[in-house]
């Protein structure tokens, strides 16, 4: 699967300050083009997930069948409630565009600050697509919107125990800094509950992101969701 | 016999050597959970291990695994086990499994964490910990080590190094592509060929990842680049997200493996998903084969790096100007530890043609083995041409090859005693390639023959030690045309003469040539044209020159090495033929345009930033700022232009980015075009001694923990273009050496940058250190998770919520 065209609205928003919507000039979309040329060259999507039953778990937190993972806390449970199963996924542009960022970064810093943004685009867009898929798989089943460590009070430090349960090393080629940080860079993992009867289709809330004191779109006004 | 002698001996038989299958998977399937680590069975529950694996010997495995694939420091971190507690659990239970008839490996794989540049572990500590691995194993019993499943070059080059330097134990070694012929990390099968079958290896292969059918083609192309046996463990096919099960069936698996017998598949087993029942199907279907080793290919000569590989089977250009040798501002940047000077070089090398690059960071003052450790690293970070290791120093030679994740040249062994007994063995430890040089004891011999004897010793020297033929490249050395006018043609001769009769690869140095001579390029141009068309396979150029880079392309075409002129009319498809001289007029021709693509920063023009210079910084246009500056200095003077034309200009595209006019791209662009004209303005005052125009050093910084840089990078840019000093200490930053560079250079700001909330904590810890020991010294710090209240809690003085902001704190701080 190749991410044809990066969303460029999501692209700008990542690239202007709090205020104003500036459009961008035809110089800007030529550097654009260009940037997404070569980063559709450097991206190479790969992706992986599983599904679990949910068990009921001890002490509130959502365990899942045949997983050691247990998922702690109120968020994700009422994420997770009504659900049957959950899905773990993690999704990953790989370690090329991290390549491409670091060259960037020695003397074209204009286009590494568009290679990051579009590439932190591309990955959204990247789930997007594998939702569609699992959405395809689970015809008739309804499915909630993706939830990650870190957010409200699910706590970032299970990354780690949820990249095993999906074996990502070996998958998709995913690990952890000692920080918690993602490496490549640009990935994401996330839960997906699903149930046969409809969950709330909401987006997720700022109320419940971890990025909401701080979040780029947030400072602007805007929402990242929907 | 000594059971490592059996390993060797199965290897030498004209036989099979059958492996296991996967354990993981038979775990789960007997119902231990997803994510927990298989190895503390082997203290938890050995039982439950001992069945597995014999089931693998009954089958016919011939070595089996033991549970150690994840037993490292890393890896066990959590567990509150030691590596050496499980390694030596684990072989003990293997061996109790094995009762003999099978022996046992200790398992290495991947630690679990990224090795730089992509992560922040170093391959100094990979090491470390693979040697505590390797170490318990052998001492547990071990029979041999298999490390597996590998995915980083680097990381799988610090491991065998870890196991070969530290243990006697033999070594398999095998990496997990992916159906595009790459690992996840873009490695390719043929690097992985030379770079770990360069290290003497016993085994090398393919395991995981995929099943049987899409491997296919990732063990052929193996086989054309290795002579080493080739091991391959598949999966089971792929796993179904819902179910965990494996798509193909034992007598599928065994079908496609068959198909590798012709390869010169030595050592067949299974990864995931496969089970007893596929080794034991496996052992049935290939009892009616016999192995047959592959026939030898051609000798093939070629270096690469992970990702790229560069086959010497046409004329290379290597690049030379990463070295300090006569260079003002490179020697400055390596005493600083300037990388970004470095690695510009490292680029436009790369862009403008090298396929190889020379690094040499001789200078006397320096710590040469470790400023060629920390280059060759940088380099490899943003680059993926090949490196020549170019060092007098056996140290600093050997220490560019530990971190070169790759096959280097070692430039150079000559024909001395001592630097054949010094250069020699470390070429052949790493598998590296290395450049001889017609010279000895005596200087450079007068006559081509003379030259091509010194040529023969240094071959036959390095042959006797293992190093093969095609990895051996002569230099016939360049003499100046204006001192030794009838040697020239002695060189060329000499070149053709090791080409023909020896059958070795050459290079050659080409610009000393022209030393003392008027038009230098000329001789250059000629001189080169000269030595390819008598041989030469590996030029040293400075690959920026269009016209030395040209004659190689030109030299391409003429001898039918360029098929259709491709490649050269790819090059030269939007040359513009330059205008006569004494034209006059615009200067700039180049093929690029890339000034052109700057933004129209601000729609309301140049308000507030006055004159041409302005209206091109806001612009973004590089060049022109460059000439007006030049033109201005004429006439104005030097800190009237930066306090009248520049800052303003620079504070009006600041404005507009934060008043939501411009995108932060249009800022950058105006900040680099602005640049230019510092460039031209430091350039004046360096001519004329005149004053500094630096407003103050600012130490940046991201901080420890942290490997995303960008914002940091973004802040320095804005910065050193409004005049300011900056030493960047660059990202993963110990709260100490922050310290040290504020002390070091009486720094009165230091700006830190977080990005995620887990390493918020080492910001607060480096605040804390320099407010204890430099209370003159103002902290501010930015990030994406950061807010001007928690800034205030960890005692920052200052929250900057972009580079604009940082800009305005600067100016604050430095009034």
Redesign the interface.
């Known amino acids: 699967m190749i991410i044809p065209k990066v969303n460029r609205r999501d692209t700008l928003r990542y690239l202007r300050s709090k205020a104003g919507q500036p459009e961008a000039d035809a110089a800007l979309e030529k550097l654009l083009d260009e940037c997404e040329e070569r980063l559709n060259k450097a991206i190479v999507p790969r992706y992986t997930y599983r599904q679990f039953r949910i068990i009921s778990g001890e002490d509130g937190g959502v365990a899942l069948d045949g997983c050691r993972l247990v998922l702690e806390g109120e968020d994700i449970r009422r994420h997770l409630a009504g659900c049957d199963s959950a899905i773990l996924l993690v999704a990953t542009l790989s370690d090329g565009v991290d390549r491409l960022i670091r060259l960037a970064q020695v003397g074209d810093m204009e286009r590494a600050v568009v290679y990051d943004a579009m590439a932190s685009t591309a990955v959204e867009d990247l789930l997007d697509k594998i939702e569609l898929e699992i959405a395809e798989r689970e015809k008739g089943r309804y499915m909630t919107w993706r939830f990650s460590p870190g957010y409200g009070d699910l706590p970032i430090d299970c990354q780690g125990e949820f990249l095993e349960a999906l074996d990502a090393d070996r998958r998709v080629g995913v690990r952890l800094t000692p920080g918690m940080l993602l490496v490549p860079t640009k990935s994401v993992t996330a839960i997906i509950g699903l149930s046969d009867a409809p969950t709330e289709k909401k987006t997720g809330s700022c109320a419940t992101c971890n990025m909401r004191e701080t979040c780029a779109f947030r400072k602007t006004g805007e929402r990242c969701g929907g | 016999m000594d059971r490592k002698q059996t390993f060797k001996k199965l290897l030498e038989d004209n036989e099979f050597v059958f492996l296991d299958g996967g354990t ?1 998977t038979m775990l ?1 399937n007997m119902g231990m ?4 680590i298989p190895d503390l069975l082997n203290i938890k529950d050995p039982e439950m291990l001992i069945g597995l694996q014999r089931s693998y010997i009954d089958a016919g495995a011939m070595i089996i695994n033991a549970s150690t694939f994840s037993s490292n420091r890393y890896k066990l971190g ?1 567990t509150g086990y030691t590596t050496e507690e499980v390694i030596s659990a684990a072989i003990a239970v293997s061996r109790k499994a094995a009762e003999g008839r099978a022996l046992v490996a200790l398992d290495i794989g ?1 630690l ?3 090795v730089e ?4 572990l170093s391959m100094e500590e990979a090491y470390d910990a693979f040697r505590e691995a390797a170490v318990a194993g052998e001492k547990a019993g071990a029979d041999l080590v298999f490390i597996e ?1 590998m ?1 980083d070059l680097a990381e799988l080059k610090a491991a065998v190094l870890a196991v070969r330097e530290n243990t006697e134990l033999p070594v398999m070694a095998s990496m ?1 592509f ?1 159906a ?1 012929l790459r ?4 490695c390719s099968v043929e690097a992985m060929a030379m770079t770990i079958g360069g290290l003497g290896v016993d085994a090398l292969g393919i395991n ?2 995929l099943g049987p059918r899409e491997m296919y083609p990732i063990v052929e192309k193996l086989s054309e680049w290795t002579r080493v046996p080739m091991l391959v463990k598949p999966n089971a096919g792929l796993p179904d ?2 179910t ?1 099960e494996y798509s193909i069936t034992a007598e599928e698996f065994a079908d496609c493996m068959e198909q590798m017998i012709p390869l010169g598949l030595k050592l067949p087993g299974g990864c ?1 998903g496969t089970t007893p029942e596929f080794i034991k199907t496996l052992r049935e279907r290939f009892s009616k084969h016999r192995f047959t080793a592959p026939a030898a290919g051609a000798a093939r000569s070629a270096v690469c790096s992970a990702n790229r590989t560069v086959v010497i089977d046409q004329p290379r250009i290597i690049g030379e100007r990463i070295n300090p040798t006569g260079k003002k501002l490179f020697k400055e940047a390596l005493k600083k530890r300037d990388m ?1 000077y470095i ?2 070089q490292a ?1 436009s090398q790369a862009e403008a043609g090298a396929d190889i690059l020379d690094i040499n960071v001789g200078l006397p003052e320096i710590d040469e083995p470790e400023m060629m450790r920390g280059v060759v690293k940088a380099v490899q ?4 041409v090949p490196l020549q290791i170019d060092s007098s120093d056996p140290a600093a030679v050997e220490a560019g090859l530990r971190a070169c994740s790759g096959k280097a040249i070692v430039n150079s062994v000559n024909g001395e005693e001592k630097s054949l007994a010094a250069v020699l063995p470390i070429v052949k430890k790493y598998g590296a390639a290395v450049v001889g040089l017609t010279l000895d004891e005596n200087g450079i011999p007068k006559t081509a023959q003379a030259r091509i004897d010194i040529a023969k010793r240094i071959m036959d020297r390095a042959v006797a030690i293992g190093i093969p033929k095609e990895d051996i490249y002569i230099d016939c050395l360049t003499l100046t045309a204006s001192a030794e006018q009838e040697n020239v043609l002695e060189t060329v001769r000499a070149l053709r003469r090791v080409k023909e009769e020896l059958g070795l690869k050459t290079v050659l140095g080409v610009s000393n040539i022209s030393f003392g001579l008027p038009n230098r390029g000329l001789i250059n141009r000629n001189f080169l044209a000269m030595a390819l068309s008598y041989g030469l396979d590996l030029p040293i150029i400075n690959p920026n020159d269009e016209e030395m880079t040209g004659a190689v392309r030109a030299y391409k075409v003429l001898a039918a090495i360029d098929r259709n002129s491709t490649e050269y009319i790819e090059a030269y498809k939007d040359y513009v033929a330059p205008a006569p001289a004494g034209a006059g007029g615009q200067s700039s021709g180049s093929a690029g345009g890339q000034a ?5 920063s601000g729609a309301e023009g140049a308000s507030g930033a006055s004159g041409p210079l302005g209206s091109a910084i806001l612009h ?1 246009l590089k060049d022109d700022c460059a000439r007006i500056t030049a033109e201005m200095l004429e006439t104005t003077d030097s800190l009237d232009i930066v306090n009248e034309h520049l800052i303003p200009a620079l504070d009006k595209a600041g404005e507009d ?10 800022l ?2 105006s ?2 075009a602005a640049q230019a004209s510092f460039d031209e303005i430091k350039k004046r005052l360096a001519r004329t001694g005149g004053g500094d125009v630096s407003k103050g050093k600012i130490v940046l910084a991201t901080v420890k ?6 914002g940091k ?2 802040v320095k ?1 804005l910065l050193e273009n409004y005049g300011y000093e900056i030493i960047d200490l660059g990202r993963d930053v110990d709260k100490e050496r922050v310290l040290e560079a504020v002390v070091e250079n009486d720094v009165h700001l230091v700006g830190l940058s977080a ?5 918020l904590g080492s910001m607060a810890d480096t605040i804390s250190l320099i407010a204890d020991k430099r209370c003159d010294c103002k902290v501010m710090v930015g990030g ?4 001007p209240e928690y800034a205030a809690n960890i005692g920052a003085d200052f929250y900057a919520r ?1 580079a ?1 902001e940082a800009v305005d704190i600067a100016k604050k701080v430095f009034g």
């Open positions: 993981g789960q959970k997803l994510g927990e959590r991947p679990g964490l990224m540049p992509t992560g922040n499943t995915t997990s992916d595009n690992t996840f990390t873009g995981c990842s997200p819902k965990g995931c970004g690695l510009s680029i970070a943003v680059t993926d052109s693509a700057a933004g129209t973004g980015f934060e008043k939501g006019r411009s995108f932060l791209p249009q950058i662009m900040a680099t923990g942290d490997i995303h840089d960008i990078n973004i840019v990005l995620m909330t887990t390493t994406a998770v950061l807010t972009d604009k």
